[in-house]
């Protein structure tokens, strides 16, 4: 596949996975609340990561492999964390340190055993793709609970790149596909695509959720405006 590049895929992706945030901070400013926080700052660190990983080669390794990996596992577990705390549930800060380690940890290990194999890459496949479906569900449950129609699509916008991640893991491990990021393959550029999706449509729903609640809580503050209104013409 000459005419893809996948180490320009993941720059672009993780330039849309920095800006695309940002525009969130800025448009929810007056928000400032944890959730906002916390969203924004992980997909800063998602971004970072994947910037990073298209420097591999140009930058130290330590840098394209052991931090890149920390970048995203912590980004990751910052936006479950977002919408758990969006649900009134958080995780506690012993669970995510420790969450966030496991995550880094192992794909160390894989990686300083066995640094030429397959198992730290299908690892870091199988667990961004564990953390896409727990944003997945999340987002439903936000949904549900709020009849919030946004919500539903911020999952959305994460299920297809944890199904294509899981593909790419399952080609790896049984021998169909070559490991690692940067190798020009069909699944490569699904789930580079995937991921700008993500990032794209991701971050607009979430942006979309606080848009639609505050819509709602104007027509409500409306209601109870006219019922009063009603009340004392009485």
Known sequence: MTYFDSRTAFLITGMLYILMPLVVWVALRREQNSVVK?????GELFGLSLLLISLRGTVPDWMGFELSSLFMHLGNVQRIQALRTQLGKPLSKPTFVALTLTFWLVYVACLWTIPHGPYHFTWTMLAVSFQSLWV?????????????????????????????LTLRAIQVVTGQASPG????????????????????????????VFVERASRQRIQMTVDSSAKLSQCSR
Do not use: D, H
């Open 136 to 164: 997945y569900r999340l987002a439903q449950q936000i949904s549900e609970k709020e009849s919030i129609e946004s919500a539903k699509w911020l999952g959305y916008a994460y299920l297809p790149l944890a199904i294509f």
């Open 181 to 208: 990021p940067l190798i020009n393959e069909y699944t490569t550029l699904l789930i580079a695509l995937m991921g700008i999706v993500a990032a794209v449509l991701g971050n607009t729903s979430f942006l979309a």
């Open 38 to 42: 916390l969203w924004c700052s992980g």
